[in-house]
């Protein structure tokens, strides 16, 4: 059950170790460097992050010639990124489209109540609305995690998906659930897709960018 008081997850919070605030400095003057010339904005954490390294070789063949900032930070929960939207990342942005998958660490970290997750989730497609009103927003549905279909990581993250789908307007918020392209027919996660059973190995971020490349390119030409 969620508790009465205001969940984390809503509450921008500020992280302080020295990477993630040394990451949050070269971002802001990553994008002062473009110009704020920025089209297309992925949002999240490790998962997102990892473009700059695992997924490095597909960003530069999918991403880099469309003018796109990646702002995720590893270990982020909902309640980082919404810190991080409030305090300079998206100033003076004006990007056509918004990449946004956030949540896994809410329900591995702290093992939260779905609810919370979708509620954090939530306020951050809230503040991103308020603040670049002109931005579309692709929620991509958390990605399955732990190796069976029956793990109550799996569930925990399969119940916030079914809450958060239900905030696309289909006008300025969209939703895209490609969980299945990371599954085996039984709805297993092998090692060789996610090492860690979290994490993306390197070729399925081939495996992302391309069952994200149509709704990616209606958005930006819409």
């Given at each position: 059950m969620t508790n009465s008081k205001t969940?984390?997850?809503?509450?921008?919070?500020?992280?302080?170790?020295?990477?993630?605030?040394?990451?949050?400095?070269?971002?802001?003057?990553?994008?002062?460097?473009?110009?704020?010339?920025?089209?297309?904005?992925?949002?999240?954490?490790?998962?997102?992050?990892?473009?700059?390294?695992?997924?490095?070789?597909?960003?530069?063949?999918?991403?880099?010639?469309?003018?796109?900032?990646?702002l995720g930070y590893s270990g982020d929960r909902t309640e980082h990124l919404l810190w991080r939207v409030q305090n300079g990342e998206i100033d003076d942005l004006s990007p056509k489209l918004i990449v946004l998958l956030i949540g896994t660490n809410n329900a591995g970290h702290r093992v939260e109540a779905h609810e919370d997750t979708a509620a954090g989730v939530k306020v951050i497609i809230q503040e991103l609305r308020h603040r670049l009103p002109n931005s579309k927003i692709l929620v991509l549905a958390t990605f399955p995690r732990s190796k069976s279909l029956n793990a109550p990581m799996r569930k925990r993250v399969n119940a916030t998906n079914a809450l958060v789908q239900h905030f696309a307007d289909n006008k300025h918020i969209f939703w895209l659930d490609i969980g299945q392209e990371f599954l085996t027919s039984d709805g297993i996660v092998l090692d060789t897709v996610m090492p860690d059973f979290l994490h993306l190995a390197p070729k399925q971020y081939q495996v992302w960018a391309q069952a994200m490349e149509s709704k990616i390119v209606e958005l930006l030409n819409c």
């Amino acid at each position: 059950m969620t508790n009465s008081k205001t969940p984390l997850s809503v509450t921008a919070t500020e992280r302080n170790e020295d990477w993630w605030q040394q990451r949050h400095q070269q971002k802001l003057a990553e994008k002062r460097a473009l110009n704020n010339d920025i089209d297309l904005v992925f949002l999240g954490d490790s998962i997102t992050h990892s473009w700059e390294d695992t997924g490095l070789a597909t960003w530069q063949k999918h991403y880099a010639h469309l003018k796109a900032l990646n702002l995720g930070y590893s270990g982020d929960r909902t309640e980082h990124l919404l810190w991080r939207v409030q305090n300079g990342e998206i100033d003076d942005l004006s990007p056509k489209l918004i990449v946004l998958l956030i949540g896994t660490n809410n329900a591995g970290h702290r093992v939260e109540a779905h609810e919370d997750t979708a509620a954090g989730v939530k306020v951050i497609i809230q503040e991103l609305r308020h603040r670049l009103p002109n931005s579309k927003i692709l929620v991509l549905a958390t990605f399955p995690r732990s190796k069976s279909l029956n793990a109550p990581m799996r569930k925990r993250v399969n119940a916030t998906n079914a809450l958060v789908q239900h905030f696309a307007d289909n006008k300025h918020i969209f939703w895209l659930d490609i969980g299945q392209e990371f599954l085996t027919s039984d709805g297993i996660v092998l090692d060789t897709v996610m090492p860690d059973f979290l994490h993306l190995a390197p070729k399925q971020y081939q495996v992302w960018a391309q069952a994200m490349e149509s709704k990616i390119v209606e958005l930006l030409n819409c």
